[in-house]
């Protein structure tokens, strides 16, 4: 595969304060990688489908009656198209069919279904099997890792926010499937207006693939806003799932004493040997697209 460097869309603007125009030269963002095309229209069916499975299969039964009636009724015009339609926003159901929660525990997500999984079941299905086998060539290494999925409905978003440190490890994956989206990436530090100093956004089409990882996934704040307009208006989205891949992050257990304590890693246990703990990437003006 071909690498290329282009710059991050829509990273300077005019119409808005939050961006400021520099006129450093484009640096690559090697924490930051795309690739835009990954999964063809079959392979992105087969993962959509089976993300729907689990999360359908999880919620509660009168959601899953209700779903059963609608398609009974108007089989002919909304049943789940098979694989093969173009649209792949065609494979979800209107969004009142679906159990969606109003707010997550910590305030980042809004109207969302979500569940962790440990296994795909995707022996029966060699589609399935294979896109997911390919998607582990991305993996920055081998670690063990955890797979979240995380629906968002029509009028969905995520608040800006660092994942927990001390949840998972250095490198966060995200598969997207469905409308596509803008993620929104904010630096931790502030200028002096308490506005982030680097905010770059990237288009998260269907089948993309993006990882964070080192300094970009702590020192970058990531989030999905329902407005996606420079101009603040609100525009029309679609559903879409997220696939996210997380490395795990491994407990320390001490002796003090001879009395064992089980803690959570701080910042400063997660991060690599490359990265310290204060280190802000210069400027990211670009990131690294693979075709």
Request: hydrophobic share 35%; glycine share 4%.
């Amino acid at each position: 595969m071909q690498c290329s460097y282009l710059h991050v869309i829509r990273l300077c603007s005019t119409a808005s304060r939050r961006y400021s125009t520099t006129t450093r030269p484009a640096q690559p963002a090697d924490d930051f990688l795309w690739f835009p095309r990954f999964f063809d229209l079959v392979e992105q069916h087969a993962l959509l489908s089976a993300a729907l499975r689990k999360l359908d299969a999880a919620e509660p039964r009168v959601s899953r009656r209700r779903r059963r009636d609608f398609l009974a009724s108007r089989r002919q015009d909304h049943q789940p198209k098979v694989i093969g339609d173009p649209v792949v926003e065609n494979a979800f159901l209107p969004d009142d069919l679906y159990h969606f929660e109003e707010g997550h525990y910590d305030g980042v997500i809004r109207r969302f279904r979500e569940m962790r999984i440990s296994t795909w079941d995707d022996e029966k299905d060699p589609v399935l099997k294979s896109a997911l086998s390919r998607l582990e060539t991305l993996y920055p290494d081998a670690s063990r890792t955890q797979t979240h999925l995380l629906h968002l409905a029509s009028d969905g978003e995520i608040h800006p926010h660092v994942d927990n440190v001390g949840a998972s490890g250095s490198w966060i994956l995200g598969v997207s499937l469905g409308s596509e989206r803008t993620l929104r990436m904010e630096s931790v530090e502030d200028d002096v207006d308490g506005i982030p100093k680097h905010t770059f956004d990237v288009s998260l089409s269907s089948g993309s693939v993006y990882i964070q990882k080192n300094s970009v996934r702590y020192n970058y704040k990531h989030s999905i806003p329902y407005v996606s307009s420079t101009l603040g208006e609100r525009v029309s989205h679609d559903q879409r799932v997220s696939i996210m891949i997380r490395v795990r992050i491994r407990l320390q257990f001490y002796v003090f004493n001879g009395i064992g304590d089980l803690r959570f890693p701080t910042l400063k246990d997660c991060l690599p040997p490359t990265v310290s703990q204060n280190e802000v990437p210069q400027v990211i003006h670009g990131y690294k697209n693979t075709q």
